[in-house]
């Protein structure tokens, strides 16, 4: 359980900070408190982040193309930052793989799925 509880704590801090993703982590989450307890399961399948997150990924395999402009605006933001204030050639060079990993994933593996009000004027 704890490590859920561990998952859990970086999957929000994940929606903070743009460059740590927060699906994976409540994903984990998930797994662990399957696991440990099914009332803890309960609970976190009953959190916002949870019902925002986890749901929408699992039932659609993707994710609506706002969603995904706001994830790569603010993480191309913070990876920038980074690639100026690090002095570290490698460490610019990791950034910029980085980045290009992250669209490479965004584009061509994640789904766009429309929005739920979009979805229902198409019937």
């Given at each position: 359980m704890i490590p859920g509880f561990i998952s859990f704590g970086i999957?929000?801090?994940?929606?903070?900070?743009?460059?740590?993703p927060g699906l994976p982590f409540f994903l984990i989450s998930s797994y662990c408190f399957a696991k440990s307890s099914k009332r803890v399961e309960s609970w976190f399948k009953q959190t916002k982040a949870y019902q925002q997150y986890v749901v929408?990924?699992?039932?659609?395999?993707?994710m609506t193309l706002k969603k995904k402009i706001r994830i790569n605006?603010?993480?191309?933001?913070?990876?920038?930052?980074?690639?100026?204030?690090?002095?570290?050639?490698?460490?610019r060079v990791m950034m910029v793989a980085l980045g290009l990993a992250k669209y490479y994933y965004?584009?061509?593996k994640m789904k766009t799925i429309l929005p739920p009000e979009t979805a229902d004027d198409r019937h």
């Open positions: 999957g929000i801090a994940g929606l903070i900070l743009p460059v740590l929408v990924f699992r039932e659609k395999q993707g605006v603010i993480a191309d933001a913070c990876i920038l930052y980074s690639i100026f204030i690090v002095n570290l050639f490698w460490v965004f584009i061509f």
